[in-house]
Every structure is written in C-alpha cells, then in structure tokens.
C-alpha cells in the first residue's frame, strides 16, 4: 500500500444523442463514410455562421438536472484559440466562463459506504473532427466535427482506481438512462481523462498532476490511475521530482506511457463566441425538462428492492435498459416479482442473447407474461418444463395454456397425491431420514431429488420441498 495520499479528478466528454450537430444542420451520426456527414459549417469555411441546436440545449439541462447541478440562468459561448489540423477554425466554439451546470454531485457507494462525487462543472461545447494517423500520413474525418459534446469536470475528490470506476459507472447509467446519449465508449462517445497527483497528508499542497489520456474503457480507467500511483510513488520514494505531463494508457502493455511535459500552461486566449446572441435559460425550460426525466436507476433499485428482488437481480435488470423496462410495466400488478425477474434473467434473456433479440421483438406481451409466472406459481408449469417451451413462448402468439397442453405437460399440482409419492419415498429411504435429522443438509437435496425423479420433473418444486419438509419433520 502506498505512503501516499492519491487526489484524482476525471474529465468525461460525452455526445449528445441529437439528430444534428451543434451549429449546423449536418445529421448526427457514427460509422458513415469518411466526411459524408458534413456541410460548409462544419468544414469552417470562412464566412460560415454558427446556429445553435435547441435539443442541445435540452439536453445538455436534463444532463445537469440529473446530475445535481445548479443551472446558470444566462450564460454565453466562448471561443478556445488553438490551432491543430482537427481545428480548421483554429477556435473551438465552447463555454469557458458561463458553463451551464455547476455545483453538481453523483452518490457512489464505495464498500458499502456512500460516497458523493463532486462536479466542479459541466459546460457545452463542440467536437473536433478525427485524426486517423497512418505512416507518414494523417487522414481527417470530419463527419466528427461540430458533434455535440458536454465536458463534465469532477473536483479533485477521489482517492483511488475503485472510486473512479464506480462514478463512470454511475455516471454512463445516469446519462443513458435519460437518453441523453448511448455512452458507447468503444465508439468514443463517451471518453474520460483523469487527473492523478500525490501527497503525503492531507493538509499539503496538491502534488504534481500528470493527466492520463486515450483511456479505451471504464476498467483501463482504474488500472491506469492505479499504475500512475505506483509510478509516482515510486519517484517520491526515491526523492525525485517530475513535471506536469500528459500520459496515455496503453492497451498492450496495460501501462501508461509519457505523451509530452507540461512545460508552461496552455493560454487559449478564451473570449466571448460574437457569433452566438447569450442565451436565456427559463423556469419553464427547466420544468418541462424535468418533466422528461424518466425513472433513473436509483429509484429502479429501490423499488426492486422493496418488491423483494434480491441485491444481485436489481442491479442486473438495471444493467439492461430494455428489461428494466418492461419489468416496470408489471410494478402496478399483483404478480410474485421475485419470479418475473428470476424468468427474465434466466430462460428468456438466455433466448434473446441467443437470436440477439430485445424482449420488444418477441411475442411474449405483458398479459402472456403474467399467465406464465400464475402457471409457474400453482404447479401447472415447472421450470424444466419452460426450458421445453420457452422459443414457443417467445415466439408463437398462441395462448400459453394452449402451449402447454399441446407440449403435453402434466405436472402433478394436487397435494394428496404429491404427498402420497413423498411419503413412500420417505419410507423407502430410512438412513437419508435419519442424516436430515441429524443435521446433514445434503439427505434433504437427494431426497428432493428421488421425488423429482419419481414424478419425472412433473412436481412443483416449491410445493413438493414444503410437504417433504412437513413430512420430514413429524
């Protein structure tokens, strides 16, 4: 464990799920042909004039709301001067001094310990185009520039890998769940750089920052902050100094590597963007977005929760948007929900994983979904037996008692004759009986396993563990 006390920040760009792009009327989208999604706007032809995308706008206060800022009510672009060959303009169209959201914070629970993650800010700006370097060459793509972007900024209040794994986490969830954008970080819609300093106590100055870029996925995040720390660890360790750096993780040899020295502070002569009028941020802007805030993950798991799903089935549903949803559907239902969530997770995402299907592209509606978990609950089915329908199930519009008695499935539901087939084989089994009451689990598992051999599979296995325990312990 190292002597130090890490102090990590993360900056994340994330683009926004519009139709457009920011300033011009170019479509929004990713796998084109190289610069097919482009206009004169985008290409920064001289004389060209922004116009800025009202869902932008939406969408960058729906991002700040569920993010806790506070919302700044008037606020103006800025231009970033720099130049690069990505940067045609020579100046990013962005938001320096008036960011939209500031103040803001997302909970992690860290070891069971929650944690809030400060936002420092989270500001609205435009894309560059993409560089592709080959040999000697380097190949621009501008289907990329003028892409709506929103660049969230933590404060320096996280100590560890683990710490910024789980607020990336939280915060792609967050952002993907109010369909703000897809957060696909293989894409690069979703990309993060992270800030790693070192001290020895808390009430020292910060140390010396070195910025991690080019980080391809959430875990590689974690890895490459804690690699840094051991790297500077290692410097302090020895007595050695370093400057401010950039450094990029990569992939192969899963370590970070030097990009350049921060020799001085980029100075991007930031001022006021002419070209855009300030903008007016409204109480009824912020109330009609509120208004489309669906229900976030949080509030998903508590509910889960209470509906006695376990901790594991709750964040698993939460992790696939499109079952998550269609469980919600049931919430308003008298249906046993710990049953619904251990069918979705099993057999059925089992066969939408198989054909590569979401849970809308089948036939399986609200209403056969609900008649398939009361069959399971009174016996009728059991869950080998689904195993041998469940494509018809997901396939076939045909009622699912139909299915049934055409599968020929006739499991025993009457508790008399369960029993009398439990009882004989108590009675044929006396050294099993004697282990259960001595304390020995596993006489009961092979017990429960002779009746469901007896009945073929044809017992409920509820029905039939509760009358073998009844019998057992007479």
Same mark, same amino acid.
């Given at each position: 464990?190292?002597?130090?006390?890490?102090? +990590?920040?993360?900056?994340? @760009?994330?683009?926004?799920?519009? #139709?457009?792009?920011?300033?011009?009327?170019?479509?929004?989208?990713?796998? $084109?042909?190289?610069?097919?999604?482009?206009?004169?706007?985008?290409?920064?032809?001289?004389?060209?004039?922004?116009?800025?995308?009202?869902?932008?706008?939406?969408?960058?206060?729906? %991002?700040?709301?569920?993010?806790? /800022?506070?919302?700044?009510?008037?606020? @103006?672009?800025?231009?970033?001067?720099?130049?690069?060959?990505?940067?045609?303009?020579?100046?990013?169209?962005?938001?320096?001094?008036?960011?939209?959201?500031?103040?803001?914070?997302?909970?992690?629970?860290?070891?069971?310990?929650?944690?809030?993650?400060?936002?420092?800010?989270?500001?609205?700006?435009?894309?560059? /185009? #993409?560089? !592709? @370097?080959?040999?000697?060459?380097?190949?621009?793509? =501008?289907?990329?520039?003028?892409?709506?972007?929103? $660049?969230?900024?933590?404060?320096?209040?996280?100590?560890?890998?683990?710490? %910024?794994?789980?607020?990336?986490?939280?915060?792609?969830?967050?952002? =993907?769940? /109010?369909?703000?954008?897809? /957060?696909?970080?293989?894409?690069?819609?979703?990309?993060?750089?992270?800030?790693?300093?070192?001290?020895?106590?808390?009430?020292?100055?910060?140390?010396?920052?070195?910025?991690?870029?080019?980080?391809?996925?959430?875990?590689?995040?974690?890895?490459?902050?804690?690699?840094?720390? %051991?790297?500077?660890?290692?410097?302090?360790?020895?007595?050695?100094?370093?400057?401010?750096?950039?450094?990029? =993780?990569?992939?192969?040899?899963?370590?970070?590597?030097?990009?350049?020295?921060?020799? !001085?502070?980029?100075?991007?002569?930031?001022?006021?963007?002419?070209?855009?009028?300030?903008?007016?941020?409204?109480?009824?802007?912020? %109330? $009609?977005?509120?208004?489309?805030?669906?229900?976030?993950?949080?509030?998903?798991? *508590?509910?889960?929760?209470?509906?006695?799903?376990?901790?594991?089935?709750?964040?698993?549903?939460?992790?696939?948007?499109?079952?998550?949803?269609? =469980?919600?559907?049931?919430?308003?239902?008298?249906?046993?929900?710990?049953?619904?969530?251990?069918?979705?997770?099993?057999?059925?995402?089992?066969?939408?994983?198989?054909?590569?299907?979401?849970?809308?592209?089948?036939?399986?509606?609200?209403?056969?979904?609900?008649?398939?978990?009361?069959?399971?609950?009174?016996?009728?089915?059991?869950?080998?037996?689904? *195993?041998? +329908?469940?494509?018809?199930?997901?396939?076939?519009?045909?009622?699912? #008692?139909?299915?049934?008695?055409?599968?020929?499935?006739?499991?025993?539901?009457?508790?008399?004759?369960?029993?009398?087939?439990?009882?004989?084989?108590?009675?044929?089994?006396?050294?099993?009986?004697?282990?259960?009451?001595?304390?020995?689990?596993?006489?009961? #598992?092979?017990?429960?396993?002779?009746?469901?051999?007896?009945? *073929?599979?044809?017992?409920?296995?509820?029905?039939?563990?509760?009358?073998?325990?009844?019998?057992?312990?007479?």
């Amino acid at each position: 464990m190292s002597n130090y006390l890490p102090t +990590i920040g993360i900056e994340v @760009h994330v683009e926004l799920k519009t #139709k457009t792009k920011i300033f011009s009327n170019s479509l929004n989208g990713y796998g $084109e042909m190289a610069n097919s999604l482009t206009n004169v706007v985008d290409l920064g032809y001289p004389g060209t004039l922004p116009t800025l995308n009202e869902e932008v706008v939406n969408l960058a206060l729906k %991002a700040a709301t569920v993010l806790n /800022c506070k919302i700044r009510k008037q606020m @103006h672009f800025d231009r970033k001067n720099y130049f690069y060959p990505d940067n045609p303009k020579n100046y990013q169209i962005t938001q320096s001094r008036t960011p939209i959201g500031y103040d803001g914070y997302l909970e992690i629970e860290v070891d069971g310990t929650k944690k809030k993650i400060a936002i420092e800010e989270m500001h609205i700006e435009e894309d560059t /185009c #993409k560089s !592709t @370097h080959r040999s000697s060459k380097t190949y621009l793509d =501008f289907n990329r520039a003028g892409v709506p972007l929103i $660049e969230i900024v933590t404060k320096p209040c996280m100590s560890s890998g683990k710490e %910024a794994k789980l607020y990336l986490e939280k915060l792609r969830e967050t952002l =993907f769940y /109010c369909d703000i954008s897809d /957060c696909k970080i293989e894409e690069g819609s979703m990309r993060a750089d992270a800030n790693v300093s070192l001290r020895s106590k808390i009430t020292d100055p910060y140390g010396t920052k070195c910025e991690i870029k080019n980080i391809g996925s959430i875990s590689n995040v974690g890895l490459s902050i804690e690699k840094e720390i %051991a790297r500077q660890a290692k410097l302090l360790d020895k007595g050695e100094t370093f400057k401010e750096q950039t450094r990029r =993780f990569d992939d192969k040899i899963q370590d970070t590597v030097l990009m350049r020295v921060k020799e !001085t502070g980029n100075d991007y002569r930031y001022f006021p963007e002419p070209d855009i009028p300030y903008l007016y941020i409204t109480d009824e802007m912020i %109330a $009609e977005v509120r208004k489309n805030i669906p229900m976030l993950p949080d509030e998903r798991k *508590k509910i889960y929760l209470e509906k006695g799903l376990s901790e594991i089935n709750a964040t698993k549903l939460i992790q696939n948007r499109p079952l998550s949803d269609y =469980f919600n559907a049931l919430l308003t239902t008298k249906t046993n929900f710990k049953t619904a969530s251990n069918l979705l997770l099993g057999d059925i995402s089992a066969y939408l994983n198989k054909t590569e299907k979401t849970i809308t592209e089948t036939t399986l509606t609200k209403e056969r979904f609900l008649d398939l978990i009361s069959f399971l609950e009174d016996g009728t089915l059991t869950s080998k037996n689904l *195993k041998d +329908i469940i494509v018809k199930v997901l396939e076939e519009d045909t009622p699912i #008692k139909e299915i049934i008695a055409a599968s020929g499935i006739e499991n025993i539901t009457n508790d008399s004759a369960l029993r009398d087939i439990i009882t004989k084989i108590i009675n044929t089994n006396p050294e099993s009986v004697t282990d259960y009451k001595a304390g020995h689990d596993r006489a009961i #598992k092979y017990l429960m396993g002779q009746v469901m051999k007896e009945t *073929k599979g044809g017992a409920n296995p509820q029905m039939a563990m509760k009358i073998l325990t009844e019998e057992l312990n007479k």
